[in-house]
């Protein structure tokens, strides 16, 4: 169980502290609004993926092991395509900007909707998350609700964290960023690598 825990709060890690729609939203709205009537915006993935989650729910779990294990081995290469991608944004001067999304009214439903148009949930959930909320039910339903609740859990503490921040100081500095970047994209890297040996052995968890 231990390893669905990591599994499931490093990809959140990766996935919320690197620069993205939602992100930039919710610190644009931060900075804008203040920290009070942005923070329920963070509980924004909690919506938006619902339908996400039922539809990988019910192909995922009709798929044959050799399917399966086929997304496992593309999830992992996916994984190192964001690991590279997230290193490459260390090489720009300037990851952020907090006063690129016109003013709005920050609310979850806004972000809600943000995340939705976002692809990157369809791509997580289908090649990485879905097959291993699939294999993690296999060897126990707590497995399976241990991996989406660390998910959620630190993706929501993260973005929570990211909104006072913001409000609070306005930007993060850019040593700050960069540190985040860097630690995603080592995570996000290691989880890959794992994820493509695991592919090839059969009882691996």
Not at 53 to 66: D, I, M, Q, T
Not at 117 to 142: C, D, F, I
Request: aromatic share 12%; charged share 10%.
């Amino acid at each position: 169980m231990l390893y669905y825990i990591f599994l499931g709060g490093g990809l959140a890690f990766a996935a919320s502290v690197q620069p993205g729609p939602l992100q930039t939203f919710l610190l644009a709205r931060a900075a804008a609004d203040g920290w009070k009537r942005t923070l329920p915006a963070a509980f924004a993935p909690l919506l938006s993926d619902g339908p996400i989650v039922l539809l990988v729910f019910f192909v995922l779990g009709r798929l044959p092991f050799a399917a399966q294990r086929t997304l496992r081995v593309a999830g992992g290469l996916f994984l190192l395509y964001l690991a590279w991608a997230a290193f490459r944004k260390l090489r720009k001067p300037s990851l952020t900007s907090l006063n690129d999304n016109p003013r709005g009214t920050g609310t979850m439903l806004q972000a809600a909707m943000v995340n939705v148009l976002n692809p990157n949930p369809y791509l997580s959930w289908a090649l990485v998350l879905g097959p291993a909320v699939v294999r993690a039910w296999q060897y126990g339903p707590a497995n399976a609700i241990a991996l989406i609740v660390a998910f959620y859990g630190t993706m929501v503490a993260m973005l929570a964290g990211f909104i006072i921040l913001a409000a609070s100081a306005r930007q993060l500095g850019q040593r700050s960023q960069h540190a985040l970047v860097f630690a995603a994209a080592l995570i996000l890297a290691i989880l890959g690598l794992y994820q493509l040996v695991a592919s090839f052995l059969p009882r691996a968890g």
